[in-house]
């Protein structure tokens, strides 16, 4: 039998409620395949590390690639649970997910970028500046990512920092990107941003992916959640909220281990002057004496509940290391919070990507 036998055809997916339906190609992804022909499901890591992409498979047959249990689980599996970022139909496939809309997806596009700055926010947090060809549009939404085309087709992903409608204020010119990037020692792309990346360099960009940005139809007060430079994607949104001007209650907890994890801190109290909707709580796990640290300590996600009991009313973003994401989506559904009401975007390393292949 030659292999090209083997190879699962295409079929077609549908999407509930929104009636959204698209072809997949052989051995295509669910995923891979919406967002190829403009479909708006919801997605993170697109590696089968975060969860993100999960919903329910109202009918069809689908084949999973490698993918980690926290993500899905053999029951959840069991239960018609499907992971579009690894789910190969090998049916016409009917699936229920409720964040899929007809007007947030944008198109992808591959395009060169120069390095038009590097700027160092703390001893390991790099923001990058990109300029981007003035022929090339490129649209995104606040909070979604780029992902870096390195050498052999290797990918390294990375949330813009600033919303759409400041590109043309970092220096007076269209198409400027920031991008906060921390260095992991051994890292093939963090080496390279911390050491020989100089400005004026091409590097090669494609985007934007992600489903975490704003859901502008609801009047709910809003919990931003970030740890570390999670925090990227949230000062985009705050960036979004302030030009929309949103009246909706916003609080953000920004955690890291010590005060200096908190990097653009200033920035942020600067906001509270120009957005008074805006309520700011930072909070440190791990504070040394030399830090002098006087504020709230502890979990970030567990800041939160401490102050809301009750989150059946609010909205929640919440971005940053998958332990922070996954406890928070935890415990506030819990506390009351509405599954559909907890939006997320758990930054994925490679070493989560290299066990969700151990795994599978």
Known sequence: MTHSATRAPGFQITVQPSGRAFSTEPDETILAAGIRAGVALPYGCKDGACGTC??????????????????????EEAQGWVLTCCAVAHSDVL???????????????????????????????????LQ?????????HAGQYVEFILAGGVRRSYSMA???????????????????????????????VFGAMKERDIVRIEGPFGSFYLHEDSAKPIVL????????????????????????????????RRPSDLYLD??????????????????????????GWQGRTGFVHLAVLQD??????????????????????????????????????????????ARSAATA
């Open 54 to 75: 999960k919903c329910k498979k109202i009918d069809g047959r689908v084949v999973h690639g490698a993918h980690q249990s926290k993500a899905l689980s053999d029951e």
């Open 95 to 129: 699936l229920e997910s409720r964040q899929v809309t007809r007007e947030n997806a944008l198109p992808i596009r591959k395009m060169p970028a120069r390095i038009k700055a590097l700027e160092r926010l703390s001893p390991d947090v790099m923001r990058l500046q």
């Open 132 to 140: 981007l060809p003035a022929s090339e549009a490129f649209n995104y």
């Open 162 to 192: 600033n919303a759409p409608h400041t590109l043309a204020d970092l220096d007076g010119k269209p198409g400027g990107l920031e991008l906060h990037i921390r260095h992991m020692p051994g890292g093939q792309f963090t080496d390279q």
């Open 225 to 256: 959640l970030a740890s570390g430079t999670g925090f990227a994607p949230i000062k985009a949104l705050i960036e979004q909220l302030q030009h929309t001007g949103s009246k909706r209650p916003v609080t953000l907890y920004w955690g890291g």
């Open 266 to 291: 200033a920035w942020v109290k600067a906001q509270l002057t120009q957005m008074p909707s805006l309520r700011y709580v930072p909070v440190v796990s791990d504070a040394l004496a030399e830090d």
């Open 308 to 353: 809301l009991a009750e989150l059946s009313l609010y909205q929640v973003y919440a971005c940053g290391a998958p332990i922070v994401v996954d406890s928070a989506r935890s415990a506030y559904t819990q506390a009351g919070l509405p599954e559909d009401e907890f939006y997320a975007d758990a930054f994925i390393t490679e070493a989560d990507k």
